[in-house]
């Protein structure tokens, strides 16, 4: 008998491990049932507009089933889109407070960061975003959070310490953005010199703003040469901002040669601006013919308004009968170039008559440019 008994025992233990499996299977079907239940719950009620108790009952997954965890983050990023940042923020929230790998919980952090931002509640994103910055994933977005940030509570100098984890970064939009905010910070503490800015052009070769403010400080104090070198490094860069540089240009005592050297090459290659500017110079050191017998070439080769209305001046100053019959044409001309905008987005395609930095519309920094087409400058 005891023999029987011994060979039972494998019988009785698989039958205990069948039934124990059975018990879990059960219980998992019906935590799986109770997930579904609640949640085709939620999603009725968000499909009957009452989203806040869609967003109650789907909660209360969470504490079931967090697997889920990425359909939240998209309800979250659906609900911050649409403007509702108090449901993108419970969500957020929910979510946060999950024990999750490190980088998914930095995730959802920097989401609820993003909220919070969204909502204006700005000390609180800064709180989360400034630990993030050591997430080699996530550094660059955070950074550009962070500057949006300190743009908003115009505190610039809080970019300026960050610029150790921007340096980390292979973003050039990244740099532009410090570039800007350390002059930002600059001309707030009315700390504008020419070595800090000259430090500035030369840490920041891909941002326009330091070489710009630079060579104005440089006018300022008397340094042609320093503002020259300025200038011109930037017209190498991008020709665009000739409309804008070339008249500061004029005021680094440059003498004739100089000056018609350096604006040829750029009228050879269609900038309105050099054009306008060799045209004035002939006509000043030379005749109104000269000036007329230079710009007619141009004027068919590339049909410009400006080019025109500086045809009509040269016109004008050569016959006083041409005078008082232009005289109305210039001025439709003039209404005309009054009314068309002299800066363009290059990212947005925003169009304004005043000069940005920061674009109003797509909030890019150093996008906003001089026009150079048919109707710029």
């Not at 719950?41 to 089933?65: H, M, P, R, V």
């Not at 630079?214 to 011109?232: F, T």
């Amino acid at each position: 008998m005891p023999e029987l008994l011994f060979l039972l025992l494998p019988v009785a233990a698989a039958y205990g491990w069948f039934m124990g499996r059975n018990s879990l299977k059960t219980k998992e079907l019906k935590g799986r049932a109770d997930v579904t239940r609640n949640l085709s719950s939620g999603l009725n009620f968000l499909l009957t507009d009452q989203e806040d108790k869609a967003i109650e009952q789907l909660l209360e997954l969470l504490d079931i089933e967090a697997a889920t965890i990425d359909t939240y983050l998209a309800l979250a990023n659906l609900f911050r889109r649409k403007g509702d940042w108090d449901k993108a923020i419970k969500i957020h929230e929910k979510l946060h407070q999950l024990k999750l790998p490190k980088n998914k919980a930095q995730q959802i952090q920097f989401e609820l960061a993003k909220d919070y931002f969204s909502a204006g509640l700005f000390d609180r994103a800064e709180y989360l975003l400034l630990p993030l910055t050591d997430n080699e994933i996530l550094r660059e977005a955070v950074l550009k959070q962070l500057f949006s940030i300190f743009l908003a509570t115009h505190e610039p100098q809080k970019a300026v310490a960050l610029q150790p984890a921007v340096e980390k970064t292979q973003s050039r939009s990244l740099r532009i953005m410090l570039a800007n905010m350390q002059i930002q910070h600059l001309e707030k503490s009315q700390q504008l010199d020419l070595n800090r800015l000259q430090q500035l052009a030369e840490h920041f070769p891909q941002a326009i703003r330091p070489r710009v403010a630079l060579a104005r400080q440089a006018l300022a104090e008397q340094q042609p040469a320093v503002a020259k070198a300025a200038i011109l490094s930037v017209l190498k860069q991008r020709v665009q901002w000739a409309a804008e540089l070339l008249p500061l240009l004029q005021q680094c005592q440059l003498d004739v040669t100089e000056w018609q050297q350096l604006l040829s090459p750029l009228a050879d290659k269609h900038n309105i601006s050099a054009c306008l500017l060799l045209t004035d110079h002939l006509a000043e050191h030379q005749s109104a013919a000269a000036a007329e017998q230079y710009l007619l070439p141009k004027l068919r080769q590339q049909p410009n308004i400006r080019l025109f209305q500086k045809l009509l001046q040269l016109r004008q100053q050569q016959s006083a009968l041409a005078a008082e019959a232009l005289i109305s044409v210039e001025e439709l001309v003039n209404a005309y170039l009054d009314s068309k905008a002299l800066y363009s987005c290059r990212s947005c395609g925003f169009k304004t008559r005043q000069p940005y930095w920061l674009c109003p519309s797509c909030q890019q920094w150093e996008t906003v440019e001089p026009i150079a087409g048919i109707d710029g400058r």
